[in-house]
T-cell receptor
């Protein structure tokens, strides 16, 4: 069974600082994909970044980058230059089977001015 | 282009009542799914569909039915609501491609309370 683990307690980060959110996963599949989603207090789920298991390079999307360490089965999200609007819950998810996503329990981030 | 539309946004039910959460997408996506989100639990897959006429169970299917008569619509039915079904429900769709980068597009969510 696929499993995503996000165990960090709620995090406070100073505006303009970088923050790293940890995500480890467990799967026996050779081909899989890893996603990060953002959920602000308004409740919607916003896609941030994707990393395929065969991708050689770490994925980047603007201020978001994914530190993918396949041997350690980790896919940490790095947010650079934090902004107040980055305050949200962040979910790591793994794609398996027919587009099925298994989600972690999330990391709460609060950006302080 | 409305994306994924869920209705209603809020609903209160009594135990034993039935209801249907509606989900529609206008992106011609083949894949649609329903998730529920409970505090501290992340999102859990209820049912999913890879195309019209095809549905399958996810992680927590008990108490829910789905059907997919058209590409656009994927309603979720609660036949006899229970307090344990109090949750926020998200519908999502994505386009199936060979690259693996199939991004789920989520609806705004439906908050259901069962008394």
């Amino acid at each position: 069974a696929q499993k995503i683990t996000q165990t960090q307690p709620g995090m406070f980060v100073q505006e303009k600082e970088a923050v790293t959110l940890d995500c480890t996963y467990d799967t026996s599949d050779q081909s899989y994909g890893l996603f990060w989603y953002k959920q602000p207090s308004s409740g919607e789920m916003i896609f941030l970044i994707y990393q395929g298991s065969y991708d050689e390079q770490n994925a980047t999307e603007g201020r978001y980058s994914l530190n993918f360490q396949k041997a350690r089965k980790s896919a940490n999200l790095v947010i650079s230059a934090s902004q107040l609007g980055d305050s949200a819950m962040y979910f790591c998810a793994m794609k398996h089977g027919n587009n099925r996503l298994a989600f972690g329990k999330g990391n709460q981030v609060v950006v302080i001015p | 282009n409305a994306g994924v539309t869920q209705t209603p946004k809020f609903q209160v039910l009594k135990t034993g009542q039935s209801m249907t959460l509606q989900c529609a997408q206008d992106m011609n996506h083949e894949y649609m799914s329903w998730y529920r989100q409970d505090p501290g639990m992340g999102l859990r897959l209820i049912h999913y569909s890879v195309g019209a006429g095809i549905t399958d169970q996810g992680e927590v299917p008990n108490g829910y039915n789905v059907s997919r008569s058209t590409t656009e619509d994927f309603p979720l039915r609660l036949l006899s609501a229970a307090p344990s079904q109090t949750s926020v429900y998200f519908c999502a769709s994505s386009y199936r491609s060979a690259s693996g980068a199939n991004v789920l597009t989520f609806g705004a969510g439906s908050r259901l309370t069962v008394l």
